[in-house]
């Protein structure tokens, strides 16, 4: 076993330390799970994970990469708005009268974070929001003349932070891991 969970193990009980010590064993277990057993006996023994080459930690480093660059280009530029609320003005400027509940499903984020960003956003008269007609518990979120105005410098922020994504990137190479992460999503969504 691991020297570093023998170490955790012999943390005191009750101690103040004991949430951390619960958490590195869990942690501990999550990443051997990961492994590949090639038969029984590799059950018995950790196997060394290298969590640089972990593909799930790897994606979510590379996202917040990803999402502190856009901030900072958001900030450069001086568009005073928030990675999420960008995406929301650009979504809402490709589909007038989208719903709410359309970036809770679509985006991944929980409505209570959806909420907040809307409410963010009509706070500054970026977006409105509109009662459905049909279904009055469903609000349709609209852009206000502000919010319009902010859509080309926006979209040429992320213009600007996908070319600094690949430079020195063969093309064929983000093709390539284009298309191993929609497999990856694919496989995970059954």
């Known amino acids: 076993m691991f020297s570093a969970v023998n170490g955790i193990k012999n943390i005191k009980k009750n101690s103040k330390y004991d949430f951390y010590k619960k958490l590195l064993l869990d942690f501990y277990v999550t990443m051997v799970s990961f492994a590949t057993v090639t038969n029984e006996s590799d059950i018995m023994e950790p196997l060394k994970i290298n969590l640089g080459d972990i593909l799930g930690r790897l994606v979510g480093i590379t996202f917040k990469t990803i999402m502190a660059r856009m901030t900072?280009?958001?900030?450069?530029?001086?568009?005073k708005v928030s990675f999420e609320e960008m995406i929301v003005l650009i979504n809402t400027w490709h589909q007038p009268g989208i719903s709410q509940q359309w970036f809770v499903e679509m985006i991944g984020k929980d409505k209570t974070k959806v909420t907040r960003v809307i409410d963010t956003l009509e706070s500054k008269d970026l977006v409105v929001r509109i009662e459905d007609k049909h279904d009055r518990r469903k609000k349709l979120i609209y852009l206000t003349n502000s919010g319009k105005e902010l859509i080309a410098?926006?979209?040429?922020?992320?213009?600007?932070?996908?070319?600094?994504?690949?430079?020195?990137?063969d093309p064929e190479n983000i093709e390539i891991c284009r298309q191993v992460l929609k497999q990856v999503n694919q496989n995970l969504s059954k």
């Open 153 to 169: 410098p926006c979209i040429k922020v992320v213009e600007e932070t996908n070319r600094e994504m690949v430079v020195g990137i």
């Open 72 to 79: 900072a280009n958001l900030e450069k530029c001086g568009l």
